[in-house]
Every structure is written in structure tokens, then in C-alpha cells.
């Protein structure tokens, strides 16, 4: 049985629900002022870590940086700063942590300034959720994992067809998620994007060809309410060997939301899951494959997993144990 994937409306609670953490209070006597404006001003991620940069302000030359597995603690770091930036390479696996820095000067320490904490991701779980559906940044609520990964055989040509009736900004949407998703995995298919007269409206998944996306208007395959626009999973044996992304209805400019749902979309049918983050609102962890269609494209993280995924030899047909012994998702 061939799978769909649907987008709801309202199925993933915010993305921007973090709270901050309460600043520890510092024993510290100086006179040396707090550092004011003490931000996160990026997070990447990868496999093997996190790496978060941080930035301040303050009159200081010297500072020191701290990091804690608990809010106050400074177990994981204590590091001497010549400037008002610093770039900290956190753990790998998931959690939070937390960030302070104060002023220092002939040995002594300042004030600390506002403690901010640090939600670090696991790529292995990014993975395990893209390819999987499974762990815990996947919205599986308790069901069991996909039995193996849907992804397109290699060196296989992908036809992907966008109906005219889908607009220009379809067109666009595509190939920017394709051009995206080739070149995170080394180029491993080749996926030529063309526009076709034809609407497809109504045509059977059976019915289009094998290793062809047709992406198109047809309100006949989600049409429950709430949904918008929905996907077959395309790549065997996961799915049928072909996809059709279905809009409920043509885009127009006071819909972007259906632009938005177009990329996901195409990322189900290039066999990819729902991917969620709730504790954190930073703006790199805003995914495409997040139901609640924060973002438009690809994530700089969900590249990185992809990346990783191909590197580490995920291949069409691989299985979860196969994943796990590869390193590249938990066992959990
Ligand atoms: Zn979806």
C-alpha cells in the first residue's frame, strides 16, 4: 500500500516556543560591569557537533565565556576571550545548555551577564526523522518507524513535470528544492524540471510513468478539510516509484502558503518526512519538512543531514538497523 503524506493546518504546535532560562546570579565581587546584548548569532549543526556562536557588548578587553549542563555550571567551558565574540563547539548529542560571559581584568571576574540557553541538535535524529519518520524530532506520536528509506536508486532520471495550471512560482519553488537537494547529495540522480500543458488532473498514481513527479492541481486525493496540498511518498520500495504532489488548488498571490507547500511537498515525494524542533525558535531550525510549513526550501540542516546520509551510505533501500549501524541514526 502506497503511503500519502498530508500537511494540516494546525498539526505541529509553534516552532517558537523556547523560553529562556533564568540568569544565574554570580559570587563574583567586581566591580566589572555585565556584558550587555550577549546573543546567539548562529547555530549550525552537524554530525559530530554543534557549533554556536555568540556575541556581545561590553567595555572589557578580556572575557570569559562559560558553558554549563545546568543553568550556572560551567562544565563544559571556561574560556578566556580576547573581544566580544566566540564561537563554542557544543556537544553532538541533544540537549540544553547553558551560555554566560562576564568581563575579566587582573584576574579578576565580573559580573556575569544574562544566561542564555543553548538547544543543541542531534543530526543523527534530524536523519532518523527525514529518512525514517522515526525519533524524537519526527512527528510520530507513537508510530513505528518506516521499514526502509524512500530514496530514488542512483543514477536514476527523475522526470519531474509542473502543470502550467500550478503557476509560475511552482516552477521556481521546484527546481530552487531540487538544485538544493542534488547538491547535498552529491548530484546522485538527475532530475530534469519541466512545465506541460497538460493538467494531470485526475490521473491515477499508476497511471504516470515510473521515476516521474508530476506535480499538479488535483483536489480529489486530500481533500479533507484543513489540508491544502499532499504527496505520495515516490521512491521504492517505500512507495510506488512515482509521486504526484497534489494542490487542492491553483496558487495564487494571496496564497503563498501553496508556494510554501509546494517544496515540501516535492521533499515527500522525493521520500522525505516530517522533521519538527519545539523547543527552540531559532531561525535555523525554521524546517522545510516542518508540517506547519515554516519555511519555503531546505534548511541549512537539512542539508547537512542529507549530506550526512549520503556520505555516510544510505542508499536506496536501506533499512533503520542498517542506518543505525552505519552511525548515522540512534538505535533508541
Ligand atoms: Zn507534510
Not at 576571550?81 to 571576574?109: D, E, H, I, L, M
Not at 538547544?119 to 507513537?142: C, E, K, Q, W
Not at 516535492?266 to 519555511?295: D, T
Request: some cysteine.
Amino acid at each position: 500500500m502506497f503511503k500519502r503524506a498530508f500537511w494540516a493546518a494546525a498539526c505541529v504546535a509553534s516552532a517558537a516556543c523556547g523560553s529562556g532560562a533564568p540568569a544565574a546570579p554570580t559570587s563574583s565581587t567586581s566591580a566589572l560591569s555585565a556584558p550587555t546584548s550577549f546573543v546567539i548569532t548562529s547555530q549550525q549543526v552537524f554530525l559530530d557537533r554543534n557549533v554556536v556562536a555568540l556575541s556581545w557588548s561590553g567595555g572589557a578587553s578580556t572575557y570569559k565565556v562559560f558553558a554549563g549542563s545546568t543553568a550556572g555550571a560551567s562544565d563544559l567551558l571556561s574560556a578566556d576571550v580576547t573581544g566580544t565574540s566566540y564561537t563554542w563547539t557544543a556537544p553532538r548529542t541533544a540537549g540544553v545548555f547553558y551560555v554566560r560571559v562576564a568581563a575579566t581584568s587582573g584576574g579578576q571576574t565580573g559580573t556575569a551577564s544574562t544566561e542564555l540557553p543553548v538547544y543543541t541538535i542531534d543530526l543523527r535524529n534530524v536523519i532518523d526523522a527525514l529518512y525514517f519518520g522515526y525519533g524524537p524530532m519526527s512527528d510520530a506520536n507513537g508510530r513505528a518507524p518506516a521499514s526502509t528509506v524512500a530514496v530514488w536508486p542512483d543514477g536514476a532520471t527523475i522526470q519531474t513535470l509542473v502543470t502550467a495550471q500550478t503557476g509560475a512560482a511552482s516552477l521556481t519553488a521546484a527546481q530552487t528544492f531540487v538544485a538544493d537537494y542534488l547538491a547535498a547529495s552529491s548530484n546522485f540522480i538527475s532530475v530534469p524540471i519541466s512545465t506541460t500543458a497538460t493538467t494531470y488532473t485526475g490521473v491515477a498514481l499508476q497511471d504516470i510513468p515510473e521515476n516521474t513527479v508530476v506535480v499538479r492541481v488535483d483536489n480529489s486525493v486530500c481533500p479533507q478539510p484543513g489540508v491544502i496540498a499532499c504527496a505520495y511518498y515516490g521512491p521504492k520500495p517505500y512507495g510506488l516509484g512515482r509521486s504526484t504532489v497534489n494542490l487542492n488548488a491553483a496558487p495564487t498571490g494571496n496564497t503563498p502558503d501553496s508556494w510554501k507547500a509546494i517544496a515540501h511537498e516535492i521533499g515527500h515525494a522525493f521520500g522525505l518526512h516530517h522533521l519538527v524542533m519545539n523547543s527552540s525558535g531559532r531561525a535555523e531550525f525554521q524546517f522545510l519538512m516542518n508540517p506547519a510549513l515554516v519555511a519555503s526550501q531546505l534548511s541549512a540542516v537539512e542539508k547537512t543531514a542529507i549530506a550526512a546520509a549520503r556520505a555516510g551510505g544510505i542508499r536506496a533501500g536501506t533499512t533503520r538497523s542498517e542506518a543505525v549501524s552505519l552511525g548515522l541514526v540512534l538505535p533508541q
